[in-house]
Every structure is written in C-alpha cells, then in structure tokens.
C-alpha cells in the first residue's frame, strides 16, 4: 500500500473512531466510566464500521484515485459506498449494540456524514497538496501520448542532449521531481541507456511508459507490447491451488444453479409468453487456448436476431426485447452460464468469451488478440467491469488492454476485487 492509500485509510478510521467515541461520551453518558466506551458496547460496531468501510472503500478505489479519475465518477463510487455502509450497520446494530437504537442510528449517520465530508475535503484539498506528482517526460511514444494529460514540468520528445543532460539535473533537483518518465523505445538507443543509468545512480526514480501507463490506467499499453513481455507475463502453466480453485468454482456454480432454478424457470416462461422464439439459446463461444464450446443464454433478442450473422452490439440495440432490456440490466440472461461453469467451460471471471465470427476480423486489426485466449474466459472480468460492451473493433483493442492487465496481475486479491465490483455494479 502507498503512503498516500495508507494515510487515506488511517484518516478515515480515525474520524469513524473518534466520531462513535465523543457520540458515546456526549450521549450515552459513559464519560464516568473510560472501559466501557472503549471495550464496552461501542466495540464491535465500531470495529464492523472501521473493517466495512476500509473493504468497501477499497472495492470501489476510494483510497488511490488515479491522476486521471473522474470524480463525477468517484463522488458516484463514495454515494453508493456510504449507501451500503449505512445498509450493513444498521442492519447489525441492534444486534451489536442493544442500548437506544434510535440513538444508534443518529450515531451512525454523524459518523457517516463526518467521513465523507472528510474524504471530500481531503479530495479538494490535500491530496492535491500534499500528493500531486511531478513528473518529466523523456522520449517520444503513443504511450506518452497518452499520458499527455498529466501535465509534465517538462516533455523531452527529442531525448537528451549532451547539452540538455546537466540542465534536466538541475531542473529535478529545483522542482523536486518526482519521476521521470522514459519511452519504451529508449532503452534500443545505447546512448540514451547511458544516461538513463546515470540518472538510476544518481537515485532518480526512473520509470518506464509503459508501466506508468500501467499504474495510472490500470490496463496495458498495447503498443508497448515486445515478444520480451509475453514471455514474461503469459507464460505460467496450471499450479496445484489453482487446479483446487477450478473444482471449488465448478462446484459452487453447480449449487448456485441448482439453487437458482426455480428463477431460471420463471425466466424462460416469461420469455416464451411475451415473444417468439426458444427460452434459452445456445451460441459457440471461443474458450481458452482456442478451444469452442457451447454458451448458454436466456435469450434477450428477438427470434431473427441473429439471422444475418453475428454482429457488434449497438449502444441502442432494436434487436433487443421490452423484457431483454430488463434481463440485460439486471445480467439475469446470464444466470444459464452457471452451467457452462460447472461444466468447466468458463469461469467465474475472465475475459469475456467472443464468437469466432468476430475474432477474425478483430484479429487483422489487434494481431495480438489471440492473448487474451491464455485465461479462461469468465462470466465477470477486470474488462468487463472497467469498460462498456465491445461494440467495435476499436473496443475490442481497448478491451484487450484490460484483459492482458488482468492477465499479467492475476491474484486471489483481483478476483476478490471484481467480484465486490461487480455485485456493486450490480446493486447500483
């Protein structure tokens, strides 16, 4: 964790530790008596306050907001985040805090209320203060291009010259740079290696575009792409817990399925009274390693839909049913491919599975689109969930971005945070 992530979570438990400690002083009376405000009643709401909102804040990226976030976006992600905050304490106080439940309430809320107004003073004001990052950028790339927005002290498309190299010294050393930011396309130049390892013994923090791109964005740089990276970040093969973790899935898809039947059931008859066509269709999707397999879906389209071949999905879908738009909004048309994972066909996440009719195309475009086939594609995914429905070729690049992030950085913690995302996702 960053300072900056660190210090923001630190701030936010300490407001919620002091906000139930004077609430309890003030209103409850126990000012007499110190044990019981600290170990008494007050301990196990606060201690499920401070946990829920540091997992719930996390989740939805409350504590790093990029140089680039918008924060429409994240005034929208702390909304829901206090909804739910408030939703699972009240929910739990009055079975952990059985004195004056009225009063239990009204603590919760100040306490909310001082916590986002803390985050939003902090957003304003501090973190632009005492966390805005300098940078400079050497080199010319798409990928700084991109990071054009960042506003750099200085933007060194030409590299550096014998002359400029004890000026750029001087100009980090008066700014306090906090790093320089090199074009990939450098390091094939001797020349300019030589200076960037100068620049690593003098202790300057040295980072590559790409990776800069990587940690700001939270996707790959396409562009930057070598054979030396694929070797790198694909090549890992199936290891005893990830074996486990398959079969727990497949098992806990298979229950969930059993589970949901009845749902799926009044799903299908809805379907068949209100249009034409079978409740549930059957489409060939490309799984890993190229490998096709059988998707099963409740059928959101009307009947003819897909009569003139697979197509991009359009923002504004007439294809698409009065109840399809229900089912699409709430992903219950998905609820089939529970099957397809306990079949071990898909996973719970992955990248989204694509029909071999679009991958053709898709591929004399993105000539490394085949990558994202090395994960086993899912029913949720860091693409998913990070970006709309690939309505394009383009899309699918921008997708591809965030398929290969998620392939380079997979982990336990990732999934966990897709998952919390997408349920939030899905009850916003």
């Not at 702390?78 to 239990?104: C, D, Q, R, V, Y």
């Not at 991109?146 to 060194?156: D, K, S």
């Not at 899309?395 to 290969?404: M, N, P, Q, T, V």
Request: overall charge positive; proline content about 5%; hydrophobic content about 50%.
């Amino acid at each position: 964790m960053k300072i900056r992530d660190f210090t923001l979570a630190a701030l936010d438990s300490l407001v919620i530790i002091a906000s139930f400690f004077t609430f309890a002083v003030i209103f409850f009376n126990y000012a007499s008596d110190t044990y019981k405000i600290i170990f008494g009643g007050n301990l196990p709401l606060v201690a499920l306050a401070v946990a829920t909102w540091l997992i719930l804040g996390y989740t939805a990226e409350l504590y790093a907001p990029r140089p680039f976030t918008n924060y429409l976006e994240f005034k929208k992600n702390l909304i829901i985040t206090s909804a739910i905050w408030l939703l699972i304490l009240f929910a739990s106080g009055n079975a952990l805090f059985l004195e004056a439940p009225g009063k239990t309430a009204a603590m919760l809320i100040v306490t909310l209320t001082l916590t986002v107004a803390t985050k939003i003073l902090w957003l304003e004001t501090g973190n632009k203060i005492f966390f805005k990052q300098k940078v400079i950028f050497l080199g010319a790339s798409p990928t700084l291009d991109a990071l054009g927005r960042l506003e750099p002290i200085a933007n060194l498309r030409n590299g550096l010259s014998d002359e400029l190299y004890p000026r750029l010294n001087i100009i980090i050393e008066r700014e306090k740079i906090d790093a320089v930011i090199v074009a990939d396309n450098l390091t094939q130049d001797a020349r300019a290696m030589n200076q960037i390892i100068d620049f690593i013994v003098a202790s300057r923090h040295i980072i590559s575009a790409s990776d800069f791109y990587e940690s700001i964005f939270q996707k790959i740089a396409v562009d930057e792409i070598s054979p030396d990276w694929i070797l790198k970040n694909t090549a890992r093969g199936e290891t005893f817990i990830t074996r486990v973790c398959g079969l727990i899935s497949r098992l806990l898809a298979l229950i969930i399925f059993i589970l949901l039947l009845p749902l799926i059931a009044l799903i299908s008859l809805a379907i068949i009274f209100t249009s034409p066509g079978p409740a549930f269709i059957h489409q060939t999707r490309v799984g890993r390693f190229g490998k096709t397999f059988i998707l099963q879906k409740s059928p959101s389209m009307r009947a003819d839909a897909g009569r003139a071949g697979a197509q991009w999905a359009a923002e504004i879908d007439t294809r698409v049913t009065p109840l399809g738009r229900l089912l699409r909004a709430t992903h219950l048309d998905e609820l089939p491919q529970l099957w397809n994972i306990a079949m071990g066909e898909l996973a719970f996440i992955g990248p989204r599975p694509e029909r071999p009719e679009l991958i053709g195309p898709i591929k004399k475009t993105v000539p490394l689109f085949d990558l994202r086939l090395l994960a086993k594609p899912g029913l949720t995914g860091w693409a998913q969930i990070n970006y709309h429905y690939g309505r394009s070729v383009d899309d699918a690049r921008e997708k591809l971005a965030y398929d290969l992030y998620y392939l380079k950085n997979h982990s336990i913690w990732l999934d966990l945070k897709i998952l919390l995302r997408t349920a939030k996702h899905f009850i916003a």
